[in-house]
């Protein structure tokens, strides 16, 4: 039997015994927002590794524009 629905399992740890049922809209709902949340702070997280690298390339650059060396440049940072 395929259902759309997600499925929820719950086991009661002093018996052993496990249940399978469909998730509550509350549950689905729940389950939405974190996957949404998770996402965002993903991108959040994404976007400050970008801009910390691009400031570091961007250093790196005015330095060597400062006449330094590559090795020096690399000993700074």
């Not at 549950?27 to 590794?49: G, H, M, P, S």
Request: hydrophobic share 50%; glycine share 2%; proline share 3%.
């Amino acid at each position: 039997m395929a259902t759309d629905t997600p499925m929820v399992v719950e086991v009661d740890c002093s018996t052993g015994e496990s249940i399978t049922r469909p998730m509550t809209a509350d549950e689905i709902a729940a389950q939405e927002k974190a996957a949404a949340d998770f996402a965002a702070r993903q991108a959040e997280e994404e976007a400050a590794a970008k801009a910390k690298a691009d400031a570091l390339a961007s250093a790196q650059a005015k330095l060597t524009k400062l006449g330094l060396t590559a090795d020096e440049v690399a000993a700074i940072l």
